[in-house]
Antibody, heavy 127, light 113 residues
Framework: EVQLVESGGGLVQPGRSLRLSCTGSGFSFGDYAMSWVRQAPGKGLEWVSFIKSKAYGGTIEYAASVKGRFTISRDDSKSVAYLQMNSLRTEDTAVYFC??????????????????WGRGILVTVSS | DIVMTQSPDSLAVSLGERATISCKSSQSVLYSSNNKNYLAWYQQKPGQPPKLLIDWASTRESGVPDRFSGSGSATDFTLTISSLQAEDVAVYYCQQYYTTPLTFGGGTKVEIK
């Protein structure tokens, strides 16, 4: 059974940093692109970042709202994806979901949508 | 950026009746080289993470009841629940994965009338 578990959330002051972790199990972690998606309280879904598998160069992309402040990374030996969040703003307050992409399926440019999701973890940025 | 616009924002449907949700993209998400629409639908129940229902605009995920169906192409898509059940109360989102930034529609809340 595929499982994704987020950790590292909490309350942080504006301008400070936080690192989220996403631990995967039940699948070959290194074979899949991993993403972060967030949801502000009472709002819709917003894609944050993804990192492709090493087979696809480990390509990384970010939403404009977090580019330059957030850094995604992965440690396939530990089956963990990370989201380092720096210079946090009040508008970054949200539940952060980790999500796994579908199998690459031999595509030259594998599709990145969200096949499996973690339960999410709350990040609150407030003074 | 591709803007995804869902309508309506909410709808109330009687049990057993049809619910129809529209999703329009600001540019085509149909990839001509493989004739596939890069469009997914998700269901999110209160207090839960989203769940993938449909990918490639019309392919139902394993285990998703066949009362859920997706249709459409290029810029206009529809999610239909053919006979609404109580457990279908949720917010539904479309998402394009044609290009980055990956973008979601604003969501449609489905309730029981």
């Amino acid at each position: 059974e595929v499982q994704l578990v987020e950790s590292g959330g909490g309350l942080v002051q504006p301008g400070r940093s936080l690192r989220l972790s996403c631990t995967g199990s039940g699948f070959s972690f290194g074979d899949y692109a991993m993403s972060w998606v967030r949801q502000a309280p009472g709002k819709g879904l917003e894609w944050v970042s993804f990192i492709k598998s090493k087979a696809y160069g480990g390509t990384i992309e970010y939403a404009a709202s977090v580019k330059g402040r957030f850094t995604i990374s992965r440690d396939d030996s530990k089956s963990v994806a990370y989201l380092q969040m720096n210079s946090l703003r009040t508008e970054d307050t949200a539940v952060y979901f980790c999500a796994r992409a579908p199998p690459a399926g031999g595509y030259t440019y594998p599709p990145i949508y969200f096949h499996y999701w973690g339960r999410g973890i709350l990040v609150t940025v407030s003074s | 950026d591709i803007v995804m616009t869902q309508s309506p924002d909410s709808l109330a449907v009687s049990l057993g009746e049809r619910a129809t949700i529209s999703c329009k993209s600001s540019q085509s998400v149909l990839y001509s080289s493989n004739n596939k629409n890069y469009l997914a639908w998700y269901q999110q129940k209160p207090g839960q993470p989203p769940k993938l229902l449909i990918d490639w605009a019309s392919t139902r995920e394993s285990g998703v009841p066949d009362r859920f169906s997706g249709s459409g192409s290029a810029t206009d898509f529809t999610l239909t629940i053919s006979s609404l059940q109580a457990e279908d109360v949720a917010v539904y989102y479309c998402q394009q994965y044609y290009t980055t930034p990956l973008t979601f529609g604003g969501g449609t809340k489905v309730e029981i009338k």
